[in-house]
């Protein structure tokens, strides 16, 4: 059931979405503001959502921080990662990572990204590295409160 069928639950009803999707199926209701973003779920704040806080922005203890920045933020950037095996040499992943970005700045291939309503916009292979290396770096403590928020009653 939508929201539109149940409008007194419309408090409680909500989905998390990357905002191309979102715009997509609901762009003139987000428009409007008949269909509220109340939160983002990024590392900086959209260029089209200016006024939406960040998880991040709801704490200010440094565990907590680093809780949202890896369980939160990092998580949501990754959204089509690409891997190499452990051990691949370093100037093999430099190659791949050049080609990669190459390809996401070809025009042909920005313009076929386009038709098909895709937002292009890729992350350094180093930031995305540093994104999963922060999971590592979680405490053992850490690691078991976010168990506790997102696996409640296990």
């Known amino acids: 059931m939508g929201w539109e069928e149940a409008p ?3 408090e409680i009803i909500a989905r998390g979405l990357d905002l191309g999707t979102m715009k997509r199926y609901w762009g003139a209701k987000i428009a409007t503001g008949e269909f509220p973003v109340v939160l983002q779920a990024n ?3 959209h260029s089209d959502l200016p006024n939406v806080p960040l998880a991040i922005d709801y ?3 440094r565990d907590d921080r680093q809780l949202i920045q890896v369980a939160i933020h990092d998580a949501a ?4 990662p690409y891997f190499l095996p452990p051990g ?3 100037d093999r992943v430099g190659i791949l990572r050049k080609a990669f970005m190459d390809t996401m700045k070809d025009p042909e291939f920005v313009a076929e990204a386009s038709k098909a309503d ?3 916009d890729p992350l350094l292979g ?3 590295e540093k994104a999963v290396s922060g999971f590592f770096d979680l405490k053992p403590e850490q690691i078991a409160r976010l168990k506790k928020i997102l696996l409640p009653g296990k």
């Not at 950037?77 to 089509?80: H, K, T």
């Open 8 to 10: 007194e639950l419309a």
């Open 59 to 61: 704490t200010k203890a």
């Open 77 to 80: 950037m990754i959204l089509r």
């Open 126 to 128: 180093e930031r995305v």
């Open 118 to 120: 895709l937002g292009i």
């Open 43 to 45: 590392e900086r704040k």
């Open 88 to 90: 691949t040499p370093k």
